[in-house]
């Protein structure tokens, strides 16, 4: 029983309030604003210049748990800035900066335990300051007393007071409804502080009033707090009314305030109000004397004083009398704001309050400054002088007797407030920050003989809070020792509000509980509000406490049992002697408890010890023992006896036991039924694991036991709580039964005996036999163990009910069954089920031979039961022995997934699907293989072939023994639309990886019904890819190429060869939607079309699964989403694939491209729309430039594709099928772009010939229409070869000269004007430009201009060929 630190609460919305309180933080401009928010969420991307180089950081990308943990260590020195105050109820915290602030409200949920706890959540937020410049200075929150006769003490709303750097003082609700406005003093407020009121604790003492004091620089201003108390009631009635549409106005009386000017100090810092104080006779003669000399006269009565102390400098302290009577209560002028948009009124000293007046007149009456009062000058009386310190704080101690001062040497002095002067001084608290703790006595907690008929006692305690060095402690006062000490980090603050409720007084407060927290320490990094509790007896010393002998013997056995070199017998008279000499039942409790849960105790000494204590508590008067001590010494002597019995019975047995094969003649046909599936299972699971020493099967530890049983109302009972395993203490009762190792009749005795329920044991046999199941299938004799303890616990008194007569479920069974489907181990779960449903079924027979005598097949709901349960374990059983196939080497696919009944059950329909098409993609199956082994399987569905040794082919046996057992859950479209969805889930995980996404499409061309592939499409198009692809778009209309690495991860969220990939799944995913679409609108181009395959053509599918998982509830399955989605537009698709083909091969290619504007503003305002929505489309003929851009591109296309295709020859690397399909890519593009497609036929043969594939072009020249065009471009290039070969080539001969001669004149000049450099394969054999300058002939007709030159073109090619 020491100090302790007790979270009560937690501050949540820490990151709204500093968004509100820093906006500048969070204001970096739009674009900024906008790539922030692009880094939330996953699939939210935005397109902005704003930040070039952040790229360039690669620490820039964490994962959300180190960003968590930066965001909570930068959000301690942000609160450290502010100003706080909290309510002493905790039910209120405000947050200040500036001239802002936030109200945290008091909310109570429930948690995952089941328990209560507050959290304070942002109810209000807003500006406050009202005069241009002024900030806020200071807050505090005063709680008012409800006036109702059935109050118990709760507040009936808390007022927040707000003092602010121009002088005013605002009185605001919860809701940061403004009631009263009112400036005392042109100075900042340094300090607001409030005295409630206190019950006195003698009869002597004065009754203090109520009152609020504010502190300028030179001026202090006290409130009376009655006359606060009503003026604020009244407010806010005047607040409620005008909102509620305005009533006649109340006229409440205006606050009666002090205010003295403070003298004789150079700087003030803090105060503290101590209320009337009323001197003794002889402190008025010794003052008198002082002040007058000897010949003083002294008063007959001593006059009483209001006492004030300040903390600075010049003096350090300074202490204030105000005589009562010397200075006049002032009527403020109050400024009163209502919150209504209709109406607002004011009042002031000089007419009271005053009723609603015009616009005009608020005008002119707001902007007069109200009038200040002087203040009454009130010198100091005396004070600690000390020239070099200076007082940052002072904090009055609720008894008013002692106050703790705090300076910038980083000293805490302890002052006696009544005498002045300083009794105490602790040093190396530099900023430290302080509260009070008062502590009463409890009742019986004195020693009645020494003093029987005194007074409750009251304990003063300090709690110093030192951030520099993130301690908090806790001292006696006055000259008490540290008591308590805790470690809590320097971004903490100590909040202290000092006062209480306000409207509490001697009459009203009879028969409350002020619920009222004393000192809160607020962690500003977790938000978590923790109170302190100090013990009563911490304050007293060893000598006249009997409570704290007790603690020095408690913690004397405390550091007996934390040493670990003591004997058992040493420990046992030691802990007996402690536990007898102490005399308090709380504490002797507590050192049992100790004791018990010591893990070196042995169980002898617990017993000796447990024992002893019981024999002296009978031994005394029976109404002086304590009866819960009693009882729980009693129980736990009874667990420690059962303890040792069970351990006494875990011996092997060697004794001969009769075996039962008669009753385990049905279960031995079951195994042999599900033999070859355990088999593999056993297989899967055999591989070896990570186990520690603690999960070994040793002994249970006796604290481990007798934690986790306890005696309620005479019955033995095991302790169930949210995250406590039973299968330590199931191991420790019967893995020795089940292993054969003891003797089962026995044990089950004793646990009978023990007053554990049938229930209770039968829930720990099966919690260890379904965590032990390694351990089970290795055992031969488990299965036959588990009959005969299922087959004794049944026989039990009150485990199965007396009128279960086998044709109602019976609700021992049902538990049996409840456990072995919620259960993931599979293998385990289904033994049990066999064995229990044997055992069930002997049981109802012998029912039916009781009752009719005759050899009748008995057939009972409960059977049915058990049939359904069995099968649905046997299916679970194979599903898991499949996801348990361990992953290949390197790969991302994650950890085994663990299934059960209970989880396939709540998954819905879909819920096999998904978790095989998780174990597809964990193993990286392509979609192909998968095709191939589902159509063995259908074709040999009753074929049984032996276990296989490879991996691939364990893992095709293993998924056609599950598709058997699941075959319309794991149909083919079903399969193959939940590969295709887990696929494009896990590449918007990994958006680098391509071959996910390209996958993804894969198994979704694989789905053979159009309504299932037409719904899966069109999920995926708008839930991961359209984002990403209107991003990549965006991105290359802005630079207008293809992007770089560098803008393409910043953009679009994947690097430019992801996206390269992307884009290509992209023109692959919508050209599937467009041949699942309407075939009312399909066109005649095979590449972006299939006309066959129209949805309107087949009827949707009916989606079941099988009969024993008709039960199946739980999210809607992915197929039956898919069944759920509308047709898309054709058209618009359509529209799309053009623009994923342009981008495609912008990014293929690296071209230059704005793909935008390649399209009419009809076209681009279709873009990036929902597919079902029907856009306004381009139509027509389009406007000839732009024909004429994309008739470029497109050229620029086949450019860069005869460039890559001859790359590739010349390397050697072999071509891909889809790469040559670009040509007819850029063909069938012509159609639905308004291009010439014979121009782009003409410009492909060139490229072809000018790159040297003129085998390529021979292909391509057979479908160009305009051969005469095209004869004559070939011409140029045919000349651009022979001029290589006779006037460029280095390697220059005779011959050629000659022949060079013999050209007619315009041919040779024709040759010379020829630039050979435009080729790119100019050295090109002679036979290939034979060839060419023939096809060229043939092209031309004779009466063409340029036939000539190509009949002496082939004269000097055959010239040049016929050359040795």
């Known amino acids: 029983m020491s100090c302790c630190l007790l979270e009560f609460g937690r501050v949540q919305e820490l990151r709204q309030v500093r968004d509100f309180l820093f906006p500048k933080q969070n204001q970096s401009g739009p674009e900024e604003k906008k790539a922030q928010a692009g880094t939330v969420a996953e699939n939210e991307l935005t397109w902005d210049d704003s930040d070039w180089d952040s790229w360039e950081n690669p620490d820039s990308k964490e994962d959300g748990s180190q960003a968590e943990e930066e965001e909570q260590q930068q959000s301690s020195p942000w609160l450290q800035d502010c100003v706080l105050s909290l309510s002493p109820c905790s039910d209120l915290l405000v947050i200040a900066r500036e001239h802002k602030a936030g109200f945290l409200s008091a909310k109570w949920r429930t948690d995952e335990s089941g328990q209560e706890e507050m959290a304070l959540t942002v109810s209000w937020s807003g500006t406050l300051s009202a005069e241009e410049g002024e900030c806020i200075s200071s807050v505090i929150c005063i709680p008012l007393a409800s006036q109702k006769r059935s109050s118990t003490g709760r507040p009936d709303w808390t007022c927040i007071v707000i003092g602010f750097t121009s002088g005013y003082v605002r009185f605001y609700t919860e809701s940061g409804v403004l009631l009263l406005a009112q400036l005392l003093h042109e100075d900042p407020v340094l300090r607001l502080k409030c005295r409630t009121y206190e019950i006195p604790r003698h009869p002597g003492v004065t009754e203090q009033h109520e009152e609020l004091s504010i502190l300028y ?499 033995l009972k095991v302790i169930k709580q949210p995250n406590m395993d039973w299968t330590q203490l199931g191991s420790f009762l019967f893995w020795g039964c089940l292993s054969g190792q003891s003797v089962l009749q026995r044990v089950c005795e004793t646990l009978q005996e023990s007053g554990i329920s049938p229930q209770q044991l039968l829930s720990l046999l099966l919690s260890v036999w379904l965590n032990r199941e390694k351990e089970i299938l290795k055992c031969s004799d488990a299965v036959s163990n588990l009959h005969t303890l299922l087959s004794t616990l ?86 898991q022995t499949l996801l348990c196939l361990p992953p290949p080497q390197g790969s991302t696919g994650g950890a085994v997934s663990r299934c059960s009944v209970k989880t396939l059950l709540e998954s819905g329909r879909g819920g096999v699907a998904d978790c095989v098409s998780k174990l597809i993609f964990r193993q990286g199956m392509p979609p192909d293989l998968l095709r191939d082994i589902l159509q063995r399987r259908r074709k040999n569905q009753t074929t049984e072939q032996p276990l296989q040794q490879g991996e ?140 066959d395959s129209g949805v309107e053509d087949v009827s949707a599918p009916d989606m079941c699964v099988e009969e024993v998982w008709n039960s199946a509830e739980g999210p809607v399955s992915i197929v039956e989403l898919a069944m759920d989605q509308r047709s898309v537009h054709y058209p618009l698709v359509q529209h799309h694939c053009v623009l994923a083909s342009l981008l495609h091969a912008a990014m293929t290619f690296s071209l230059r491209l704005k793909p935008l504007s390649l399209f009419d503003s009809k076209g681009k305002n279709a873009f990036f729309r929902d597919l079902i929505s029907i856009q306004l489309l381009p139509s027509g003929d389009m406007d000839p430039n732009l024909v004429a851009v994309r008739q470029e591109f497109l050229m620029n296309v086949l450019t860069g594709w005869v460039k890559a295709l001859a790359d590739a020859e010349e390397n050697g690397v072999k071509h891909s099928g889809t790469e040559d399909t670009w040509p007819s890519v850029c063909m069938e593009l012509t159609s639905l772009l308004q291009v010439n497609t014979d121009i782009l036929r003409r410009h492909l043969v060139c490229e072809l010939y000018n790159q040297g594939l003129d085998l390529r072009a021979e292909e391509v020249i057979m479908e160009v229409e305009d051969k005469d065009v095209l004869g004559s471009q070939l011409l140029v290039l045919m000349g651009q070869r022979l001029s290589f070969s006779l006037l460029h080539s280095q390697s220059q001969t005779k011959p050629n000269m000659e022949l060079l001669a013999r050209l007619p004149p315009t041919l040779c000049t024709w040759l010379k004007a020829m630039n050979p450099s435009e080729l790119r394969c100019p050295s090109v054999p002679l036979s290939q430009s034979s060839r060419l300058i023939n096809k060229v002939i043939e092209m031309l007709p004779e009466n063409h201009t340029q036939y000539s030159f190509a009949l002496n073109l082939l004269e000097a090619v055959d010239s040049l060929q016929a050359e040795p």
């Open 217 to 715: 620089p030179a001026a202090l201003v006290t409130i009376d707090g009655f006359s606060l108390f009503q003026s604020l009631r009244a407010c806010r009635n005047q607040v409620a009314r005008a909102a509620a549409a305005g009533s006649d106005v109340i006229q409440p009386p205006p606050l009666a305030y002090k205010k003295f000017g403070l003298q004789d100090m150079d700087t003030i810092t803090d105060h503290c109000s101590l209320g009337i104080t009323t001197l003794s006779v002889f402190d008025q003669m010794k003052n008198a004397s002082i002040l007058g000399g000897f010949h003083a006269s002294v008063k007959g009565s001593p006059p009483a004083m209001s006492h004030y102390i300040t903390v600075g400098g010049g003096p350090y302290t300074g202490f204030y009398y105000a005589i009562e009577g010397s200075s006049q209560p002032l009527l403020s002028h109050v400024a009163l704001a209502v919150a209504s948009k209709l109406t607002s009124a004011l009042f002031s000293a000089a007419s009271g309050w005053l009723g609603w007046k015009s616009k005009n007149e608020e005008e002119s009456v707001q902007k007069q400054k109200p009038k200040v009062e002087p203040a009454t000058p009130l010198p100091v009386r005396f004070g600690l002088p000390d020239s070099r310190r200076h007082g940052e704080s002072i904090c009055l101690s609720p008894c008013n007797t002692m106050a703790g001062v705090t300076d910038d040497f980083g000293r805490v002095t302890l002052l006696d407030v009544a005498r002045g002067i300083a009794i105490r001084m602790w040093k190396g608290y530099r900023d430290a920050q302080l509260g009070w703790v008062q502590v009463s006595e409890a009742f019986g907690e004195r020693d009645t003989a020494t003093s029987p008929s005194m007074p409750r006692r009251h304990a003063q305690f300090l709690v110093i809070y030192a951030p520099r060095r993130g301690i908090l402690e806790v001292w006696g006062t006055q000259h008490g020792p540290r008591v308590g000490a805790f470690t809590v980090g320097k971004h903490c603050r100590l909040l202290y509000a000092g006062h209480r409720l306000m409207g509490v007084n001697s009459v009203t407060s009879q028969g409350w509980q002020i619920h009222t927290q004393q000192v809160c320490l607020f962690d500003l990094v977790s938000g978590a509000l923790r109170a302190i509790t100090i013990p009563f007896h911490l304050a007293l010393s060893d000598k006249k406490s009997e409570r704290a002998k007790d603690m020095h013997l408690l913690r004397r056995l405390t550091s007996l049992l934390r040493s670990r070199e003591v004997e058992p017998a040493l420990l046992e008279s030691e802990a007996q002697s402690v536990l007898l000499d102490i005399k308090h039942p709380a504490l002797k409790k507590q050192a049992l408890e100790s004791l018990l849960s010591n893990k070196n105790a042995p169980v002898s000494c617990l017993t000796g010890v447990t024992r002893a204590l019981l024999d002296s508590l009978k031994e005394q008067d029976p109404e002086a023992v304590d009866e819960s001590l009693l009882q729980f010494c009693s129980s736990q002597l009874k667990l420690l006896q059962l303890y040792k019995d069970v351990q006494l019975l875990h011996t092997p047995d060697t004794s001969p036991t009769e075996t039962e094969h008669l009753s385990l003649s049905g279960i031995e046909e079951d195994l042999a039924r599900v033999r070859p599936v355990l088999q593999r299972y056993t297989e899967m699971n055999s591989r070896p694991s990570v186990s520690f020493a603690q999960d070994s099967g040793g002994p249970l530890p006796v604290r481990t036991f007798l934690s986790q049983l306890d005696w309620v109302n005479g019955e």
């Open 794 to 879: 049944s026989s039990m008194k009150g485990a199965v009910e007396e009128s279960w007569d086998g044709q109602c479920v019976s609700t021992w069974w049902q538990q049996v069954r409840t456990t072995c489907v919620q259960s993931e181990s599979a293998a385990a779960a289904l033994l049990a089920a066999l064995v229990a449903q044997r055992v069930a079924k002997s049981a109802i027979t012998k029912l039916a031979e009781s009752k009719f005598q005759e050899e009748w097949e008995c057939v009972s709901l409960e059977l049915e039961q058990w049939v359904l349960c069995i099968k649905q374990l046997e299916d679970v059983l194979a599903l």
């Open 952 to 1091: 691939e082919e364990r893992l095709e046996e293993l998924l056609e023994c599950v598709c058997q057992r699941f075959p319309n859950s794991l149909s083919l479209d079903v399969l193959f639309a939940h590969c295709s969805w887990e696929h494009v889930v896990q590449w918007n995980k990994d958006p680098e990886v391509g071959q996910y996404l390209e996958r993804s499409v894969e198994f979704l061309k694989m789905i053979s019904n159009p309504h299932i592939q037409l719904g899966i499409s069109a999920m995926m198009w708008h839930t991961f890819i359209v984002k990403r692809f209107s991003a990549a778009a965006f991105l290359m209309e802005k630079v207008g190429k293809a992007p770089k690495d560098r803008l393409c991860r910043r953009d679009v969220g994947m690097g430019d060869a992801a996206v390269r990939s992307f884009l290509g799944s992209c023109v692959q995913l919508l050209q599937a939607l467009m041949e699942v679409s309407s075939s009312s609108f399909l066109p005649f181009f095979s590449f972006f079309s299939r006309a």
